[in-house]
């Protein structure tokens, strides 16, 4: 069955690393999301991407970025981990009808 | 897209329906319901979507009132495994468009 994966799934790194978080999708959509969820706050924005070279800024991207080099692939890398970006990551592809399919999620802690 | 306003919490017994609601008053004519749920620490799920029409699927049934300015979610035989987050989001269809996620409503089913 397609699906939408991430890894890891958890994650511990120290401040100042940079760190790359893994998301795949086997359904061939064009368009995928970078969401994070921390308490309080519900789900936003990091960046998304419409297709193969196409990268956007979302809500809260500072010292996020991402590369869309394949369809199938999204990584997600923080250049410099800070303590303000422990959180949990979720990723997302939308069908051609918009529908949004999220990941298992990311937990990331950074000390 | 348009705002929505959800009870922060409901609880239901376990096998009778659960009935979530949801108002948009500032929808607009092209923009769908949409509802999400999540359970505790995995990744958002898809449940239902509808522009005007009833909706039914294997998981639940959306009702959109005639003016389209609120909505209700109904699980018709609730589990204690629908004990989730539910979130209603009013946006419009093309695929690149965002989810705006807000509180969103705790259900909890109880035995």
């Known amino acids: 069955d397609a699906e939408i994966t991430q890894s890891p799934r958890h994650k511990i790194t120290e401040t100042g690393r940079q760190v790359t978080l893994a998301c795949h999708q086997t359904?061939?959509?064009?368009?995928m999301f970078w969401y994070r969820q921390d308490l309080g706050h519900g789900l936003r924005l990091i960046h998304y991407?419409?297709?193969?070279?196409?990268?956007n800024k979302g809500e809260v991207s500072d010292g996020y970025s991402v590369s869309r080099s394949n369809t199938e692939d999204l990584p997600l890398t923080l250049e410099s981990a800070a303590s303000s970006q422990t959180s949990v990551y979720f990723c997302?592809?939308?069908?051609?009808?918009?529908?949004?399919?999220f990941g298992p999620g990311t937990r990331l802690l950074v000390l | 897209d348009a705002k929505t306003t959800q009870p922060p919490s409901m609880d239901c017994a376990e096998g009778r329906a659960a009935n979530l609601p949801c108002n948009h008053s500032?929808?607009?004519?092209?923009?769908?319901v949409y509802w999400y749920r999540q359970i505790h620490s995995q990744g958002p799920q898809y449940i239902i979507h509808g522009l005007k029409n009833n909706e039914t699927n294997e998981m639940a049934s959306l009702i959109i009132t005639e003016d389209r300015k609120s909505s209700t979610l109904i699980l018709p035989h609730a589990t204690l495994r629908d004990t989730a987050v539910y979130y209603c989001?009013?946006?419009?269809?093309?695929?690149?468009?965002?989810?705006?996620f807000g509180g969103g409503t705790r259900l909890m089913v109880k035995p």
């Open positions: 359904w061939n959509h064009n368009n």
């Open positions: 989001i009013v946006r419009g269809r093309n695929a690149g468009n965002m989810l705006t």
């Open positions: 991407s419409y297709g193969v070279h196409d990268t």
């Open positions: 500032t929808i607009s004519g092209n923009e769908y």
């Open positions: 997302a592809s939308s069908d051609p009808g918009g529908t949004q399919y």
